[in-house]
């Protein structure tokens, strides 16, 4: 992490401070997604097992009414 020094124009120091934050932004966003890819490769692997001991049951299809004629 750069510190900015406060003798510079208040220009590049705001566009210094935005690509810190930016920065600081990403590695969070990455983070993030990084556990959020762990928990569903987990839950993947723990409905897969369960699958695998029980299959799911299959879903019975909405049947339409048959007309009388």
């Keep these: 992490m750069v510190i900015v ?3 510079l124009p208040s220009a590049a120091a705001l566009k210094l401070r935005r690509a810190q934050e930016a920065s600081k ?3 969070e966003y990455e983070t993030e997604r990084s556990v959020i ?4 490769e987990r839950l993947r692997a723990e409905r897969l097992a369960r699958e695998a001991i029980a ?3 299959k879903k019975a299809g909405k ?3 048959q ?3």
């Design 55 to 57: 299959p799911a049951p």
């Design 37 to 40: 890819r762990v928990k569903t």
């Design 63 to 65: 049947r339409k009414p």
């Design 67 to 69: 007309l009388e004629k």
């Design 25 to 27: 932004a990403m590695q």
């Design 5 to 7: 020094p406060k003798n």
